[in-house]
Protein backbone atom coordinates (compact mmCIF):
# COMPACT_ATOMS: atom_id res chain seq x y z
CA UNK A 1 0.00 0.00 0.00
CA UNK A 2 1.32 3.34 -0.77
CA UNK A 3 2.23 6.61 1.67
CA UNK A 4 0.94 9.74 1.12
CA UNK A 5 3.59 11.65 -0.56
CA UNK A 6 5.53 8.98 -1.59
CA UNK A 7 4.21 8.67 -5.41
CA UNK A 8 3.98 12.40 -7.84
CA UNK A 9 0.56 12.40 -10.16
CA UNK A 10 -0.80 14.63 -12.58
CA UNK A 11 -3.47 16.55 -10.64
CA UNK A 12 -6.70 18.35 -11.70
CA UNK A 13 -6.07 21.80 -12.26
CA UNK A 14 -8.38 22.69 -9.23
CA UNK A 15 -6.53 20.61 -7.29
CA UNK A 16 -3.41 22.00 -7.65
CA UNK A 17 -4.92 25.59 -6.29
CA UNK A 18 -3.71 26.92 -3.24
CA UNK A 19 -2.56 23.89 -0.97
CA UNK A 20 -4.26 25.71 1.77
CA UNK A 21 -7.01 28.23 1.62
CA UNK A 22 -5.19 31.55 3.02
CA UNK A 23 -5.36 32.41 6.55
CA UNK A 24 -7.03 28.74 6.82
CA UNK A 25 -6.62 26.91 10.11
CA UNK A 26 -8.84 24.22 9.72
CA UNK A 27 -8.63 22.87 6.09
CA UNK A 28 -9.28 19.31 5.07
CA UNK A 29 -8.46 16.27 4.43
CA UNK A 30 -6.38 15.48 6.74
CA UNK A 31 -3.98 12.44 8.12
CA UNK A 32 -5.67 10.69 10.82
CA UNK A 33 -2.65 9.73 13.22
CA UNK A 34 -4.76 7.15 15.64
CA UNK A 35 -2.47 7.20 18.60
CA UNK A 36 -3.06 11.01 18.85
CA UNK A 37 -6.47 10.89 18.43
CA UNK A 38 -8.33 11.35 21.83
CA UNK A 39 -11.49 8.80 23.20
CA UNK A 40 -14.52 10.69 24.04
CA UNK A 41 -16.93 9.22 25.91
CA UNK A 42 -19.42 11.40 25.62
CA UNK A 43 -19.50 10.65 21.54
CA UNK A 44 -23.47 9.71 21.48
CA UNK A 45 -23.73 7.13 18.57
CA UNK A 46 -24.67 8.51 15.01
CA UNK A 47 -28.69 8.14 13.92
CA UNK A 48 -28.80 8.39 9.61
CA UNK A 49 -32.14 8.43 8.91
CA UNK A 50 -32.79 8.30 4.96
CA UNK A 51 -35.92 7.57 2.90
CA UNK A 52 -34.64 7.03 -0.50
CA UNK A 53 -37.60 8.93 -1.77
CA UNK A 54 -36.12 11.93 -1.77
CA UNK A 55 -33.12 10.08 -4.22
CA UNK A 56 -33.36 13.00 -7.10
CA UNK A 57 -30.14 12.65 -9.94
CA UNK A 58 -26.48 11.73 -10.67
CA UNK A 59 -24.68 14.91 -11.72
CA UNK A 60 -21.00 15.03 -13.18
CA UNK A 61 -19.97 18.51 -12.16
CA UNK A 62 -16.35 18.38 -13.60
CA UNK A 63 -14.80 17.37 -9.88
CA UNK A 64 -16.66 14.38 -9.30
CA UNK A 65 -20.39 12.39 -9.90
CA UNK A 66 -22.76 13.95 -7.41
CA UNK A 67 -26.05 11.87 -5.97
CA UNK A 68 -28.46 14.44 -4.69
CA UNK A 69 -31.12 14.41 -2.77
CA UNK A 70 -34.25 16.87 -2.46
CA UNK A 71 -33.06 18.75 1.06
CA UNK A 72 -36.25 20.99 1.15
CA UNK A 73 -37.70 18.56 3.72
CA UNK A 74 -36.31 17.08 7.14
CA UNK A 75 -36.79 13.55 5.47
CA UNK A 76 -32.89 12.32 4.91
CA UNK A 77 -31.12 13.47 7.77
CA UNK A 78 -28.07 13.08 10.34
CA UNK A 79 -27.97 13.27 13.81
CA UNK A 80 -26.16 12.34 17.39
CA UNK A 81 -22.35 11.44 17.27
CA UNK A 82 -20.77 14.85 17.36
CA UNK A 83 -23.81 16.66 16.43
CA UNK A 84 -26.00 18.88 18.05
CA UNK A 85 -28.26 20.16 15.57
CA UNK A 86 -30.09 17.92 12.87
CA UNK A 87 -28.58 17.88 9.81
CA UNK A 88 -30.05 17.34 6.44
CA UNK A 89 -28.58 14.96 3.44
CA UNK A 90 -28.02 17.03 0.14
CA UNK A 91 -25.66 14.97 -1.99
CA UNK A 92 -22.88 12.22 -2.04
CA UNK A 93 -19.92 12.06 -3.69
CA UNK A 94 -16.70 10.22 -4.60
CA UNK A 95 -12.85 11.37 -4.82
CA UNK A 96 -10.61 8.07 -6.01
CA UNK A 97 -7.24 7.69 -7.75
CA UNK A 98 -5.75 6.27 -11.18
CA UNK A 99 -4.89 3.43 -9.57
CA UNK A 100 -6.00 1.37 -6.78
CA UNK A 101 -2.82 2.59 -5.03
CA UNK A 102 -4.33 5.82 -3.84
CA UNK A 103 -7.13 8.07 -4.13
CA UNK A 104 -8.72 8.57 -0.94
CA UNK A 105 -8.58 12.26 0.56
CA UNK A 106 -8.14 11.11 4.15
CA UNK A 107 -5.48 8.68 5.43
CA UNK A 108 -5.30 7.07 8.62
CA UNK A 109 -1.38 6.57 9.56
CA UNK A 110 -0.54 7.79 6.17
CA UNK A 111 -2.20 4.50 4.73
CA UNK A 112 -3.98 5.66 1.61
CA UNK A 113 -7.67 4.02 0.40
CA UNK A 114 -8.17 3.72 -3.40
CA UNK A 115 -11.43 5.98 -3.16
CA UNK A 116 -13.47 7.98 -0.30
CA UNK A 117 -17.49 8.43 -0.37
CA UNK A 118 -18.63 11.69 1.34
CA UNK A 119 -22.36 12.29 2.53
CA UNK A 120 -23.02 16.52 2.14
CA UNK A 121 -25.54 17.41 5.15
CA UNK A 122 -26.22 20.91 6.58
CA UNK A 123 -27.56 22.11 9.32
CA UNK A 124 -31.79 22.05 8.91
CA UNK A 125 -31.73 23.81 12.98
CA UNK A 126 -29.89 26.87 12.03
CA UNK A 127 -30.12 27.74 8.67
CA UNK A 128 -32.77 27.42 5.81
CA UNK A 129 -30.45 26.85 2.54
CA UNK A 130 -27.00 24.93 2.20
CA UNK A 131 -25.56 28.23 0.24
CA UNK A 132 -26.36 29.71 4.01
CA UNK A 133 -24.86 26.69 5.97
CA UNK A 134 -21.92 26.18 3.84
CA UNK A 135 -20.86 29.47 5.16
CA UNK A 136 -21.16 29.02 8.31
CA UNK A 137 -18.76 27.29 11.10
CA UNK A 138 -21.17 24.52 12.13
CA UNK A 139 -23.24 24.58 8.85
CA UNK A 140 -21.98 21.27 7.29
CA UNK A 141 -21.65 17.32 8.74
CA UNK A 142 -19.63 15.06 6.18
CA UNK A 143 -19.47 11.38 6.91
CA UNK A 144 -16.38 9.99 5.24
CA UNK A 145 -16.10 6.28 3.90
CA UNK A 146 -12.98 4.32 2.99
CA UNK A 147 -13.71 2.28 -0.09
CA UNK A 148 -11.05 -0.69 -0.42
CA UNK A 149 -10.90 -3.66 -3.27
CA UNK A 150 -12.71 -6.58 -2.47
CA UNK A 151 -15.89 -8.42 -2.98
CA UNK A 152 -18.35 -6.54 -5.29
CA UNK A 153 -20.93 -4.14 -3.77
CA UNK A 154 -24.39 -5.15 -4.70
CA UNK A 155 -25.69 -1.69 -3.61
CA UNK A 156 -22.74 0.65 -5.20
CA UNK A 157 -24.25 -1.55 -8.72
CA UNK A 158 -27.46 0.45 -9.09
CA UNK A 159 -25.37 3.89 -9.48
CA UNK A 160 -22.76 2.08 -11.47
CA UNK A 161 -24.62 1.13 -13.78
CA UNK A 162 -26.06 4.65 -14.73
CA UNK A 163 -22.49 6.79 -14.04
CA UNK A 164 -22.41 6.00 -18.47
CA UNK A 165 -24.69 8.39 -18.30
CA UNK A 166 -23.18 10.79 -16.63
CA UNK A 167 -19.58 10.48 -18.54
CA UNK A 168 -19.18 14.16 -19.82
CA UNK A 169 -18.52 17.36 -17.20
CA UNK A 170 -22.23 18.87 -16.71
CA UNK A 171 -24.38 15.89 -17.35
CA UNK A 172 -27.58 14.58 -15.82
CA UNK A 173 -29.44 11.55 -15.26
CA UNK A 174 -32.50 11.19 -13.17
CA UNK A 175 -31.64 8.72 -10.31
CA UNK A 176 -34.31 7.59 -7.70
CA UNK A 177 -35.19 5.39 -5.04
CA UNK A 178 -31.64 4.93 -3.90
CA UNK A 179 -30.79 4.36 -0.06
CA UNK A 180 -27.56 5.87 1.07
CA UNK A 181 -27.59 4.03 4.15
CA UNK A 182 -26.35 0.85 1.46
CA UNK A 183 -22.88 2.38 1.27
CA UNK A 184 -22.49 2.67 5.10
CA UNK A 185 -20.37 0.00 6.64
CA UNK A 186 -21.74 -2.46 9.34
CA UNK A 187 -20.19 -0.64 11.96
CA UNK A 188 -20.95 3.38 12.51
CA UNK A 189 -20.15 3.10 15.46
CA UNK A 190 -16.56 3.59 15.48
CA UNK A 191 -15.28 7.09 13.83
CA UNK A 192 -13.14 9.65 14.38
CA UNK A 193 -14.45 13.33 13.74
CA UNK A 194 -12.96 16.35 13.80
CA UNK A 195 -13.49 20.15 12.51
CA UNK A 196 -12.91 21.45 9.02
CA UNK A 197 -13.57 22.44 6.11
CA UNK A 198 -14.69 21.67 1.89
CA UNK A 199 -12.32 20.07 0.40
CA UNK A 200 -13.41 21.54 -3.12
CA UNK A 201 -14.05 24.74 -3.79
CA UNK A 202 -15.66 27.11 -1.64
CA UNK A 203 -13.07 25.00 0.52
CA UNK A 204 -15.09 26.75 3.59
CA UNK A 205 -14.50 26.14 7.27
CA UNK A 206 -17.92 24.60 7.98
CA UNK A 207 -17.36 20.79 8.00
CA UNK A 208 -17.79 18.57 11.22
CA UNK A 209 -16.32 15.84 9.38
CA UNK A 210 -16.97 12.00 10.61
CA UNK A 211 -14.77 9.39 9.07
CA UNK A 212 -15.93 5.58 9.49
CA UNK A 213 -13.33 3.73 11.29
CA UNK A 214 -14.48 0.42 8.71
CA UNK A 215 -13.90 0.35 4.89
CA UNK A 216 -16.79 -0.81 2.44
CA UNK A 217 -15.46 -3.09 -0.07
CA UNK A 218 -16.41 -2.66 -3.68
CA UNK A 219 -14.54 -4.45 -6.69
CA UNK A 220 -11.98 -3.33 -9.21
CA UNK A 221 -14.09 -3.44 -11.98
CA UNK A 222 -16.43 -1.05 -10.03
CA UNK A 223 -13.98 1.18 -9.22
CA UNK A 224 -12.74 1.22 -13.09
CA UNK A 225 -16.12 2.42 -14.18
CA UNK A 226 -15.60 5.25 -11.91
CA UNK A 227 -12.29 6.39 -13.84
CA UNK A 228 -14.33 6.12 -17.19
CA UNK A 229 -15.96 9.28 -16.36
CA UNK A 230 -14.58 12.65 -17.66
CA UNK A 231 -13.47 15.90 -16.14
CA UNK A 232 -14.63 17.25 -19.56
CA UNK A 233 -17.46 18.00 -20.82
CA UNK A 234 -18.59 16.74 -24.73
CA UNK A 235 -17.46 20.14 -26.57
CA UNK A 236 -14.39 20.36 -25.66
CA UNK A 237 -11.61 18.43 -28.28
CA UNK A 238 -9.50 16.83 -25.04
CA UNK A 239 -10.89 14.62 -23.02
CA UNK A 240 -9.88 14.02 -19.51
CA UNK A 241 -10.19 11.15 -17.66
CA UNK A 242 -11.68 11.74 -14.18
CA UNK A 243 -9.39 10.40 -12.15
CA UNK A 244 -7.15 11.48 -8.99
CA UNK A 245 -9.88 13.98 -8.01
CA UNK A 246 -8.66 14.87 -4.34
CA UNK A 247 -7.16 16.96 -2.30
CA UNK A 248 -3.44 16.98 -0.95
CA UNK A 249 -3.60 16.59 3.04
CA UNK A 250 -3.92 19.82 5.35
CA UNK A 251 -1.57 20.82 8.09
CA UNK A 252 -3.29 19.92 11.59
CA UNK A 253 -3.00 23.45 12.81
CA UNK A 254 -2.92 22.04 16.35
CA UNK A 255 -6.54 20.47 16.10
CA UNK A 256 -7.81 17.18 18.06
CA UNK A 257 -9.23 14.20 16.21
CA UNK A 258 -11.74 12.31 18.85
CA UNK A 259 -12.41 9.02 18.39
CA UNK A 260 -15.88 7.21 19.47
CA UNK A 261 -14.18 3.92 19.93
CA UNK A 262 -10.72 2.85 22.40
C1 LIG B 1 -26.08 24.27 -3.47
O1 LIG B 1 -25.29 25.37 -3.04
C2 LIG B 1 -23.98 25.24 -3.32
C3 LIG B 1 -23.15 26.29 -2.95
C4 LIG B 1 -21.78 26.18 -3.22
C5 LIG B 1 -21.28 25.06 -3.84
C6 LIG B 1 -22.15 24.06 -4.19
C7 LIG B 1 -21.66 22.85 -4.87
N1 LIG B 1 -20.77 22.09 -3.96
C8 LIG B 1 -21.23 21.95 -2.60
C9 LIG B 1 -20.13 21.40 -1.74
C10 LIG B 1 -19.37 20.31 -2.42
C11 LIG B 1 -18.40 19.61 -1.71
C12 LIG B 1 -17.67 18.67 -2.41
O2 LIG B 1 -16.68 17.96 -1.91
S1 LIG B 1 -16.29 17.94 -0.38
N2 LIG B 1 -15.15 16.89 -0.37
O3 LIG B 1 -17.46 17.51 0.38
O4 LIG B 1 -15.80 19.24 -0.02
C13 LIG B 1 -17.90 18.38 -3.71
O5 LIG B 1 -17.11 17.41 -4.23
C14 LIG B 1 -17.28 17.12 -5.57
C15 LIG B 1 -18.86 19.08 -4.40
C16 LIG B 1 -19.59 20.04 -3.75
C17 LIG B 1 -20.61 20.77 -4.53
C18 LIG B 1 -23.51 24.12 -3.93
ZN1 LIG C 1 -15.63 15.11 -1.05
Keep these: MQEAGEFTMKMHPMWQGPLVAPGGNR ?53 GGPLEDVFRLCQFHFHWGESNAWGSEHTVDRRLFPAELHMVHWNSNKYKLFEEAVMEENGLAVIGVFLKIGKRHEGLQKLVDVLPAVRHKDSVVEFTRFDPACLLPANIDDYWTYAGSLTTPPLTEAVTWIIMKQPIEVSHEQLAVFRSLLFTSAEEEVQKSMVNNFRVQQPLKGRTVRSSFT
Design 27 to 79: QSPIDIRVRKSVFDPHLMPLIPEYDPRTCSQVWNNGYSFLVEYNDTTDKSTLK
